[in-house]
């Protein structure tokens, strides 16, 4: 494609041509995460606020001059994209925050945000003629997957933990996955689909490995600027598995200052649970990366050997931003509070983030004058167990209005 350089290495630094079907370097193996290079100068001539401004595409093929791969027809695919941002009305108060906004991924398709990488996944598997696309994930990335391939008709094998929740377990065998359940951890999960990939040629969704997927994933925060009206945030706050999705929305912000669009990056806080937190102790300490358990109810984000590492921390870092871990409780409390006051109903991991806000604002890494934006991963309907968890029981009574009376007041 006319707008694409090429690819870089993210270990070795080297540099291949932007015609070549690459997902890692060939020098570096699967540790050599490749990243799109982007002909800005090109890409200027067609991509600016006002084609934006008269787009009536609302999907995330808007922006399609900054994605690595060619839809061709795009009302083949779902729709996905345009997901709503909202300005909090009373949470921002509640918990000390000058402006508050929430981005709601889980009003995607299938969900959660993952289905910005899911259809670019669908969309070139679909160019290259392939018959099955597979992947590993704790749920999210699979039912997308699963959900965006059914519409233009490939099959799609998964490979998940015993872990994953009913709810994402249930989306993948209704969109028609064949469904693998490998009894140990997502890295367990990841090494089959690996290797399963390997053995049958299966076109590759991995967000780790394959390099356009975050490509995808990066138009949330072309979004959420567009959105903003181009006033971005101080601080954009996400949950972080694997690292990809983080590593997305830095190279967003990133495209459009290199486009003069805006004029700088927002810093990013990066937010784990305290039960499974690869990157957190790796910040903390100033080491590399070592495994952890994955111990955690926010299953989307409890990837204990995480496969995106060098773009996460490089985009945290590059940003001015931080790292912080918060327990389970805060989540589940920030799952309730989110849907109660603000009527965004989340699941654990996209509840995560507004815990990670609330907490680095208490502990002073957030400033009370400075705004934030948190993402809303996906929808809470993929865990109800910890979304009862979290809510708390009903009222049962008789139907007698003097029971009611006795409970109401």
């Not at 041509?17 to 540790?31: R, Y």
């Not at 490749?34 to 200027?44: C, G, N, Q, T």
């Not at 167990?385 to 409970?407: C, H, R, S, T, W």
Request: net charge positive; aromatic share 8%.
């Amino acid at each position: 494609m006319a707008h694409i350089k090429g690819y870089e290495c993210t270990i070795c630094n080297s540099q291949y041509e932007g015609n070549d079907i690459l997902h890692t370097c060939p020098k570096c193996g699967q540790k050599g995460i490749l990243e799109i290079i982007y002909d800005y100068k090109k890409i200027k001539q067609s991509l600016s606020k006002a084609y934006l401004a008269n787009c009536m595409d609302y999907s995330i093929w808007r922006y399609s001059s900054l994605i690595s791969i060619d839809p061709g027809r795009r009302n083949k695919y779902l729709h996905v994209g345009s997901t709503p941002l909202y300005k909090a009305r009373r949470l921002d108060e509640m918990m000390g925050f000058k402006k508050l906004y929430i981005k709601d991924e889980g009003l995607n398709p299938t969900a959660s945000l993952k289905d910005r990488a899911s259809i670019v996944a669908v969309a070139d598997a679909y160019n290259l003629k392939a018959n099955t696309i597979c992947c590993s994930s704790t749920g999210n990335a699979a039912s997308s997957l699963a959900g965006n391939a059914a519409r233009v008709g490939i099959n799609t094998v998964i490979f998940v933990p015993k872990r994953a929740p009913i709810g994402k377990l249930s989306q993948l065998l209704i969109f028609g996955a064949k469904v693998v359940v490998v009894k140990g951890s997502y890295n367990d999960a990841f090494e089959m689909s690996q290797k399963a990939i390997e053995k049958w040629g299966w076109y590759n969704r991995n967000a780790a490995i394959n390099p356009h997927l975050v490509e995808g994933k990066k138009t949330v925060a072309l979004s959420m600027a567009e959105q903003m009206n181009w006033n971005l945030p101080d601080w954009v706050v996400v949950s972080v598995g694997d690292g990809c999705t983080i590593a997305g929305v830095y190279k967003g912000f990133y495209d459009l200052v290199q486009l003069g669009i805006t004029d700088r990056i927002p810093k990013l806080l990066g937010v784990q649970s305290d039960g499974c937190c690869p990157f957190v102790n790796a910040y903390i300490k100033n080491k590399s990366l070592e495994p952890a358990e994955e111990n955690t109810i926010a299953d989307s984000i409890s990837v204990g050997i995480p496969r995106n590492p060098v773009k996460a921390m490089r985009a945290v870092k590059n940003s001015g931003g931080s790292w912080i871990a918060v327990s389970d409780h805060n989540i589940l409390k920030a799952m309730k509070v989110l849907g109660s006051s603000e009527g965004v109903f989340t699941e654990p991991a996209g509840a995560a983030s507004l815990a990670g806000a609330e907490e680095a604002l208490k502990i002073g890494i957030i400033k009370a004058e400075e705004t934030v934006c948190i993402i809303a991963t996906g929808n809470g309907l993929k865990d109800t167990k910890n979304a009862m968890e979290a809510a708390g029981k009903p009222i049962y009574i008789e139907p007698d209005i003097n029971e009611l009376i006795k409970v109401i007041g």
